[in-house]
Antibody, heavy 119, light 108 residues
Framework: QPQLQESGSGLVKPSQTLSLTCTVS??????????WSWIRQPPGKAPEWIGW???????DYNPSLKSRVTMSPDRSRNQISLKLTSVTVADTAVYFC???????????WGQGILVTVSS | EIVLTQSPGTLSLSPGERATLSCRAS???????VAWYQQKPGQAPRLVIY???SRATGVPDRISASGSGTDFTLTISRLEPEDFAMYYC?????????FGQGTKVEIQ
C-alpha cells in the first residue's frame, strides 16, 4: 500500500508563502487514476479539504482558498506539492496529503505536518 | 457548499455498548458519496466507511453505516477499547468536499 510523507517548513511568517511537499512511496502518482489531495486541520477543529489533483495536473480547489492555492504534481520525483500564498494565523494547522481510492473517500493519509504561522 | 452536521457532539459509553452517530447534510449528497473517518489524538484520520455503507480495508464488521440523501448513520455494534476516538463524516458528492464537525466517542 502507498506511503505518504509530508515535508516542508513548519514555521511561516504572516504574508509569506507556505510550501509543502508530499512524497509518495509504494505507489506511482501517474498510475491507477487516483486523485491526490491536501487537507488541513486547525488544532482542535475538523479537517478542511484544500484541493485535489491528478498526475496530469487536472484538479480542483476549495473556493475558500482558490485564490491563494497552487498544487502541482512531479511525476519524476513522485511528489505532490502545495503552495499557499499570503498566509495569516488562520492558516495554522496540521497539513495532510491523502490519496483517493475506489469508491471515493481518502483511503491513504500521510502522518501530517504542523505548520504554524507566526512572526 | 454542503454543510454536514454531526450529532451528538460527544457520546459517553462503556465498552460493549452500541454507538450510533448521525450525520445530516444541508442538501442531498449525490450518489450518497459519504465517508466516515476515525481519528485518534496525534494521528491522521483513518477511513472506515466510503460510499455511505462500504467498509474500508481492515475495518471490523462491528462497524457499519447506512443512509441516503441527507441522513447518514455510523453504528458500532459493540464498542471495543480501540473504538474510542473522534469520528468525522465527509461528503464528496459535490465540490467543495466538506467534513462534519465530528462526534467524540469517549469512555463513560
Amino acid at each position: 500500500q502507498p506511503q505518504l510523507q509530508e515535508s516542508g517548513s513548519g514555521l511561516v511568517k504572516p504574508s509569506q508563502t507556505l510550501s509543502l511537499t508530499c512524497t509518495v512511496s509504494g505507489d506511482s502518482i501517474g498510475v491507477g487514476g487516483y486523485s491526490w489531495s491536501w487537507i488541513r486541520q486547525p488544532p482542535g477543529k475538523a479537517p478542511e479539504w484544500i484541493g485535489w489533483i491528478y498526475h496530469d495536473g487536472r484538479g480542483d480547489y476549495n473556493p475558500s482558498l482558490k485564490s491563494r492555492v497552487t498544487m502541482s504534481p512531479d511525476r519524476s520525483r513522485n511528489q505532490i506539492s502545495l503552495k499557499l500564498t499570503s498566509v495569516t494565523v488562520a492558516d495554522t494547522a496540521v497539513y495532510f496529503c491523502a490519496r483517493g481510492g475506489n469508491g471515493g473517500g481518502f483511503h491513504y493519509w500521510g502522518q501530517g505536518i504542523l505548520v504554524t504561522v507566526s512572526s | 457548499e454542503i454543510v454536514l452536521t454531526q450529532s451528538p457532539g460527544t457520546l459517553s459509553l462503556s465498552p460493549g455498548e452500541r454507538a450510533t452517530l448521525s450525520c445530516r447534510a444541508s442538501q442531498s449528497v449525490w450518489s450518497n458519496y459519504v465517508a466516515w473517518y476515525q481519528q485518534k489524538p496525534g494521528q491522521a484520520p483513518r477511513l472506515v466507511i466510503y460510499s455511505a455503507s462500504s467498509r474500508a480495508t481492515g475495518v471490523p464488521d462491528r462497524i457499519s453505516a447506512s443512509g441516503s440523501g441527507t441522513d447518514f448513520t455510523l453504528t458500532i455494534s459493540r464498542l471495543e477499547p480501540e473504538d474510542f476516538a473522534m469520528y468525522y463524516c465527509q461528503q464528496y458528492g459535490r465540490a467543495p468536499w466538506t467534513f462534519g464537525q465530528g462526534t467524540k466517542v469517549e469512555i463513560q
